[in-house]
């Protein structure tokens, strides 16, 4: 089965930087975006999501200035319906356009190594879950 639909992403991003005293940060992303999803035996998916997302980081620091980040992720993993009101899905996701002011960049754990064993650059894999809430 395949499912196609719009979504839209709000982060809402806070820290206290003991390291200088008390001082808090907070800002919000919001966003929105397609997706397609195939589901196999009602637990499985495999999926393309596009967002576009309205961030004030850039490249790691947050700004004042608010730019639209493009994101494309594919991927796959788990899905389970409760009572068809709503779906939960726990997967992994590749982003394809790996965009430098991209908010989802500090999430990132996995690295690629350098020729000496050195940590090399970040390899753009997400953990994700996610509510699926049918609009009709």
């Known amino acids: 089965r395949v499912i ?6 709000w982060m809402r991003v806070w820290s206290k930087n003991l390291a200088f005293g008390t001082e808090n940060t907070g800002y919000n992303i919001i ?56 779906r939960l899905n726990v997967g ?12 989802y960049r500090p999430s990132y754990q996995a690295r690629k190594t350098g020729p000496n064993g050195e940590p090399g650059a970040l390899i753009p894999v997400l953990y994700r879950v996610q509510l699926f809430i049918p609009l009709g």
């Open 92 to 103: 992994i996701f590749y982003d394809i356009v790996n965009d430098l002011n991209s908010p």
């Open 31 to 86: 966003g929105l975006g397609a997706f397609m999803h195939a589901r196999f035996y009602d637990a499985l998916y495999l999926g393309a999501e596009f967002e576009m997302l309205k961030s004030p980081l850039n490249y790691v620091i947050v700004t004042n200035d608010r730019k639209w980040i493009p994101t494309m992720f594919l991927g796959g993993g788990y899905s389970k319906s409760f009572d068809d009101r709503f």
């Open 4 to 9: 196609i639909g719009p979504s839209f992403r």
